[in-house]
Nanobody
Framework: QVQLVESGGGVVQAGGSLRLSCLASGHTFSVYFMGWFRQPPGKEREYVAAISPGGESTNYADSVTGRFTVSRDNSKNTVYLQMDSLKPEDTAVYYC?????????????????WGQGTQVTVSS
């Protein structure tokens, strides 16, 4: 069992930045690939980014490439999502999740444990 808790969401103006954190507990965090997903209002959950267990490999959705950066600190059991140049269309609930399926796993069905989500609202 792995418990995940996201934090760092909030309200920010377009062009601004936020850093989300996801704290893991329960099982050995460093063995998991970690992913970030988001669910905009009235839409389905969509893939954002993923990172390998050691942090050496990352993958991003086209919509966030060049603006978002995923990283992790295994000593703190935490994965981060740095979000820069935010746009109103980035407004969503953001979730972190674990997977064994690799850093290019983009389907939500490939992820096992999920956090409760944190709300990000970008105003225009």
């Amino acid at each position: 069992q792995v418990q995940l808790v996201e934090s760092g969401g909030g309200v920010v103006q377009a062009g601004g930045s936020l850093r989300l954190s996801c704290l893991a507990s329960g099982h050995t965090f460093s063995v998991y690939f970690m992913g970030w997903f988001r669910q905009p209002p009235g839409k389905e959950r969509e893939y954002v980014a993923a990172i390998s267990p050691g942090g050496e490999s990352t993958n991003y959705a086209d919509s966030v490439t060049g603006r978002f950066t995923v990283s992790r600190d295994n000593s703190k059991n935490t994965v981060y999502l740095q979000m820069d140049s935010l746009k109103p269309e980035d407004t969503a609930v953001y979730y972190c999740a674990t997977t064994w399926a690799g850093v290019r796993a983009t389907g939500a069905h490939l992820y096992d444990y999920w956090g409760q989500g944190t709300q990000v609202t970008v105003s225009s």
